[in-house]
């Protein structure tokens, strides 16, 4: 009987140290070699949230993590939704010289830490059973365990293994190195963000007017600024023009509607330009309009679509109360900075 126990507390004992070296703190697995190449285009959408630029890291379960750009203490930070350890919520925001983190719920297990001073990071499974991969940080003699968090989730991470080790990558790779982790989201995000030349057409808001002779052509054209429109998806400018033969100006039989848009992709497609208007509930169909320009970069697309109708249905567009139109499958409202240019640009007397 003697034997038999001792064989089985042996056993027991073999079960319990095999237990805890595949489970336990004692075997991790290392994923930081070639982080800088983890791809994050195949599980990542870009949205505007509130106006903001955001890159979301999707599972195959329908939850995400939102990665968000802000200015914190004088520079861009990268913040992540964060679900630390021991059941801790809050915002992780990752500087090129600092790691801040801002529970929820108080400042209990708040610290900010300038990275000079962090011992070490590392990308590490150390809870294999649950899949989970975890950035540690080292400082101030103390170890933080941080798990990107995923809005599916109110324990660990109930997203799949592989949507876990791509957020938790990415927030490795912003501590590590926060410019390359910078650019990534600036490229997965290039599609809904605002280029500088956009930003500045924000200002532009004015209704002016501006007539040019064309000595060559012997030509005048006669145009409206180029006024920003907003959309639900993308914003894009708008102006109005007509010409007419040498320098005595005449009421012209035609006007033109020019549509501009600078994105990273395409915004018009070629065959889906049909051009409706909505002026105080009368519907104005325009058929479909042409793309007139397209030049693409590296980095933009930029299209130029315009359709001519008559001076009269240009009249009643601009003497419109409210007037709203749809280009494809974009709609836009005209605000009455636009509605008034395009008054403005009927009643026009170019000096003699």
Request: aromatic share 10%.
């Amino acid at each position: 009987m003697f034997k038999i126990n001792h064989a089985l507390r042996f056993l027991f004992l073999l079960f319990a140290i095999s237990f805890i070296s595949n489970v336990g703190i004692a075997q991790s697995t290392d994923n930081t070699k070639d982080i800088n190449q983890t791809s994050l285009e195949g599980l990542t959408e870009a949205v505007l949230v509130d106006g903001q630029p955001t890159l979301r890291i999707l599972s195959r379960k329908g939850g995400s993590s939102e990665v968000k750009v802000q200015r914190r203490d004088g520079e861009d930070s990268l913040v992540f939704s964060i679900h630390k350890i021991y059941n801790s919520f809050g915002k992780l925001y990752v500087t090129k010289t600092k790691v801040t983190y801002v529970p929820n719920d108080g400042n209990k297990q708040f610290f900010s830490v300038e990275k000079i001073k962090i011992k070490q990071t590392e990308l590490k499974n150390r809870w294999k059973l649950r899949q989970v991969n975890n950035v540690y940080l080292e400082f101030d003699n103390d170890e933080k365990a941080i798990l990107v968090a995923f809005n599916d989730s109110t324990e660990f991470s109930n997203a799949d293994k592989q949507s876990s080790l791509l957020a938790n990558s990415f927030l490795f790779q912003a501590i590590k190195d926060f410019d390359s982790a910078l650019a990534k989201f600036n490229k997965i995000t290039a599609s809904v963000r605002q280029n500088d030349e956009e930003k500045e057409v924000e200002e532009e808001t004015e209704a002016d007017i501006v007539n040019k002779y064309d000595r060559f052509k012997d030509v005048t054209i006669v145009s409206t600024s180029k006024m920003l429109v907003r959309g639900n998806k993308r914003s894009i400018r708008t102006y109005a023009e007509y010409n007419f033969a040498g320098k005595t100006q005449k009421k012209p039989e035609k006007v033109s509607f020019y549509f501009y848009a600078s994105a990273a992709r395409p915004l018009f497609r070629e065959d889906d330009l049909q051009l409706n208007f909505l002026v105080d509930n009368k519907r104005i169909s325009l058929g479909e309009a042409k793309l007139a320009d397209e030049e693409k970069t590296k980095t933009v697309t930029k299209q130029t679509v315009v359709v001519t109708m008559s001076y009269e249905t240009f009249e009643q567009i601009a003497n419109g109360e409210k007037a709203e139109f749809q280009i494809g499958t974009l709609e836009y409202k005209l605000t009455n900075v636009q509605l008034d240019a395009f008054r403005k640009l009927l009643a026009y007397k170019i000096e003699e």
